[in-house]
């Protein structure tokens, strides 16, 4: 009869749930740096994450101090805060947020690659971005194009290079037609 209760020792159920010091401070510096990168969010952005009162309060707070051991201080307290929430939605919040911002700019680049390819490429570049957007003003791209080049031949300032940008822009954007 004693032998069925052998197998199950008290200390074993714990030992499987207990979570290593190491890990527990592996998510202490996680939050601690979402912490750091909340305080760098602008305003807008900030308005979008589910922050609880408290640690949006510390978060403002923060954002008032210029020295670094206060602001060190500061960032530590929000850390704290944060260990004691659910901190899954406002990592959630954050990532979609700069996820957007990525989306941005990588678009930005994208524009900028297409007005690059036309000035230095010229025809053939201009053939193949009007392969994908047929609703462009092919004059008014190739008179952009033209002056942007010399602009850039004479080293004047790139007025020309950023209307073609423009351009592109409310192009891809759908806006232009």
């Keep these: 009869m004693h032998d069925e209760f052998d ?50 309060d510390a978060v403002n707070s923060a954002r008032k101090m210029h020295q670094h051991g206060a602001l060190k201080r500061q960032l530590q307290f929000i850390g704290k805060l944060m260990r004691k929430t659910d901190a899954e939605p406002i990592q959630a919040a954050y990532e979609s947020i700069t996820d957007h911002f990525r989306a941005d700019i990588q678009h930005l680049h994208q524009i900028e690659t297409w007005r690059d390819r036309l000035i230095t490429e010229g025809d053939s570049a201009l053939g193949e971005l009007l392969s994908q957007h047929p609703d462009a003003d092919r004059q008014h791209l190739r008179q952009l194009m033209r002056s942007a080049k010399k602009e850039r031949e004479l080293n004047k300032a790139p007025r020309a290079a950023r209307e073609l940008f423009q351009y592109l822009k409310g192009l891809m954007a759908g806006k232009v037609s």
């Design 7 to 56: 197998e199950d020792e008290p200390g074993d159920d714990q030992e499987e749930y207990s979570v290593s010091k190491s890990q527990l401070k592996r998510e202490a510096h996680a939050l601690l740096d979402l912490g750091k990168k909340l305080v760098q969010l602008d305003k807008a952005s900030l308005a979008k994450i589910p922050l609880p009162d408290n640690i949006l």
